[in-house]
């Protein structure tokens, strides 16, 4: 089995056709590590999660898992990452139960106490035989966040996390996640809530234009710190 402490995105860049969606992103997120990603819509950052995810191959540079790459690790590797993104991957049809059993399987971790432990995680124990087509956005994204840790993975990547989440939800997340990197994941995190990144992430990863523009450590005033660079950066013309 691949396992990894380390995921390093060297000199990684997609292209759309002519549009550059990630331009010479180079980045590194250890064990322990909470990054998150900021930047305006269009940024970046969802493309830059698809790439970690190896959903979406770079069009130059490479990410590296440890001392592997993406090609190297193949399916054993993919067992090691979790990835929630804007479609939250969901069957309105089946129950909440139903949902995270067919993940589990998916993920080889099948058994009911997996799938009991995830609804409790997302505080939907006593909605587990309820049609998911009836859940509110909120009820959907806690349920979509434990349909991504089910299978307890070392790299989470998440895209807008907190999106439809009430104040208490976001405490519970923003709780978990804390206890996540403490316990060995790797987890990447775009967000462009800064208030709520604020607290949470140990490292500021600004992005503008599909290029990094700032990586510094996290701590009190990640908004004053991303107006500065925002908003006094000119994104240089990407390198051909």
Known sequence: MVDFDQVRLVDVSRHFGRRRAVSHVTLTASRGDIVGLLGPNGAGKSTLLGIAATLVSPSGGEVRYGDRSARDGGPSLRRHIGLLAHELHLYPE???????????????????????????????????????????????QRLALERTLIHRPRLLLLDEPFTGLDDQAVGLVTERLRRLAADGAIVLLATHDLDLAEGLITRAAVMKGGRVIGDRAAGRGVRAQYRQLVDTSAAPAPRD
């Open 94 to 140: 089946l129950t909440a139960r139903q949902n995270l059993a067919f993940f589990a399987r998916l993920q080889g971790v099948d058994g009911p106490e997996v799938v009991e432990r995830a609804l409790e995680g997302a505080g939907l124990a006593d909605r587990g035989d309820d049609h998911v087509a009836g859940f509110s956005r909120g009820m959907r």
